[in-house]
């Protein structure tokens, strides 16, 4: 989808703000005395949303963690259009990018953005929110995200701010949610309704299904990874078991949080399963045989290395989390 106003990439692809002729000269200066590998190519608009099913719009983020070249884009965020207006689901890792989802959003329609929905806390699903301030929607999110989002708030900026960089960083906020969902609810967008459902811990203590009934798409956030290793926040023992239950649902399609725009239940499912059962059986055993968190970290779960993008920089992250909670079984 073509960018139609007047913001441009700059030519390292690192930020999205108006070139005028002084910034332009401006940025031809700080190339010149640029190390040359920070400029690759410019790229085109990054949030390129498909229509995955009649008024379903989805945008697929990038296989990686946060960088000042991909602005924080490494999660999907999907909306959906009824007949008296959109709710956006998850809003990328960094203000522009929410910013651009919006600019997304207004080239397919012009309703009011009335619910900001968020599946769960990670600020790769939430720093955008602020781009959709102006519209005054209701954010929306599990019961838990409020509490979960005030105690990590300063730590999550800061984190984030590092990774993103001043420029890719700018104008991202945690928003609190307005709305907390604590028991299944609908809300209505004119001719179709979303059903949000919060779940017991399990990627983390605050992730919400969000199920469009009348194309029965179901929105799973990070419940499920595809392609992109699992990143476990909550309980694995929680999560592998409301996969067991996911995995008796009927859907036309789901959007998992990182993987492809859309995905059939139950195979969707069985990647991520048979990931979180390794780490799990692998760190019982080890536990049961009296080794130590800096064993286990180098062995558990490795029969899935080659299996999935990032298991570098997230499985012994997952190893720890599991020992933790498993230790106590
Ligand atoms: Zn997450």
Known sequence: MAKTDDTKQTACGCGAYPLSRRNLFGAALALAAAPLLRYAPAQAAS???SEVAPG?????????????DNRGDI????????????????TSGSAKMGAELREAIR????????????THMHPDHVLGNAAFSQDEPEFV????????????????????????????FEGSE???PTRLIKEPTKIDLGGRELLLEPQATAHTDNDLIVTDTKTDTLFLGDLLFSVHVPTIDGSIKGWLTLL?????????????????KTMELPQALEPEQRYLTAVADDVRRQIAEGKTLSEAAKTAGFSEKDAWKLFGQYHVRNVTAAFAELEWD
Do not use: C, W
């Open 47 to 49: 949030v390129e949303p």
């Open 56 to 68: 379903i719009f989805v945008h697929q983020g990038r296989y990686e963690v946060q960088s000042p």
């Open 75 to 90: 999660a999907n965020a999907s909306f959906v259009v009824g007949s008296d207006g959109v709710a956006v689901i998850d």
């Open 107 to 118: 080239a397919v329609t012009d309703k009011p953005i009335k619910y900001v929905i968020n």
């Open 141 to 168: 999110g599990h019961y838990k995200l409020a509490r979960a989002l005030g105690t990590r708030k300063e730590s999550y900026l800061a984190a984030n701010k590092q990774m993103l960089g001043p420029e890719a």
């Open 174 to 176: 945690i928003i609190l």
């Open 244 to 260: 067991d239950e996911m995995g008796k649902r009927n859907a036309a399609r789901v959007v998992p949080g990182h993987g492809p």
